[in-house]
């Protein structure tokens, strides 16, 4: 077993941006993908190596021979399938270390009931890092230049309205994962108009009239604008 080689499955939204990261780290990195087209953009991103496979079939999984890998990283698009696999991979490769990728609080429940050895919640990672950052000397502008620097990409402040399928819920129900965005933190109107950090282990209920702050695409941050006005959400 190689002290840097890590076998990763998925090739997606953010599994392209960790192989690569992983790779200009100096691992050793072998993709594997179930979706064709995102098998083909590893190849012509540089892992020539990557396979292209159903990550459902234990057969095929025992082929890869997980076991000589330091660490198996499950990041699939799909969640479904990435809880899937990480239950897969446990049950047949149970000394092996598992990390298991999420977007979703929801779906890192899921993950460590599966058998990850450790789950990295990328939704909780983001909101705390953003939260480092502005606290620090000169935090707004960095992070100015950290979203002016990232074409397309922004910050917006909604108003929860009265007709929200938003309004009785808490942060902790609710996936914005599908929709593209983060949500970065909310003025919260029980806390007498005060901002707060959405960071991990902190759950808010959200009220008509509270504001959300959200990161994303801007396109994105448009569309799930317009997506809290309903009554129910649509996706």
């Not at 999984?61 to 990435?82: F, I, S, T």
């Not at 490769?93 to 598992?98: A, K, L, M, T, V």
């Not at 009265?162 to 994962?177: A, H, K, P, R, Y």
Request: proline share 2%; hydrophobic share 40%.
């Amino acid at each position: 077993m190689f002290a840097k080689n890590i076998l990763l499955f998925g090739y997606g939204n953010h599994g392209k941006f960790i192989a690569q990261g992983l790779a200009k780290d100096g691992f050793s990195v072998k993709v594997v993908e179930s979706n064709e087209e995102y098998y083909r953009q590893a190849q012509e991103d540089g892992f020539q190596d990557a396979v292209h496979m159903d990550v459902t079939k234990d057969d095929a999984l025992k082929a890869l021979n997980p076991q000589d890998y330091v660490k198996l990283v499950c990041v699939m698009d799909d969640e479904h399938l990435n809880v899937f696999l990480t239950l897969s991979l446990h049950s047949l490769f149970n000394e092996s270390y598992i990390l298991s990728i999420s977007d979703s609080m929801h779906t890192t429940k899921k993950l460590k009931m599966a058998g990850a050895t450790k789950v990295i919640d990328l939704y909780e990672v983001s909101a705390n890092k953003i939260h480092n950052i502005l606290k620090r000397p000169v935090a707004t502008k960095l992070l100015e230049g950290f979203v002016l620097e990232r074409d397309g990409i922004g910050f917006k402040e909604m108003i929860i309205t009265e007709d929200s399928f938003l309004v009785g819920m808490t942060t902790d129900e609710i996936d914005f994962s599908p929709y593209g965005v983060l949500l970065v933190g909310m003025i919260d109107e029980e806390l007498g108009h005060a901002f707060v950090f959405i960071t991990a282990g902190i759950n808010h209920n959200l009220d008509c009239d509270d504001t959300i702050v959200c990161i994303g695409p801007r396109d994105k941050l448009e569309a799930f604008s317009e997506e809290i006005k309903k009554r129910e959400r649509s996706i």
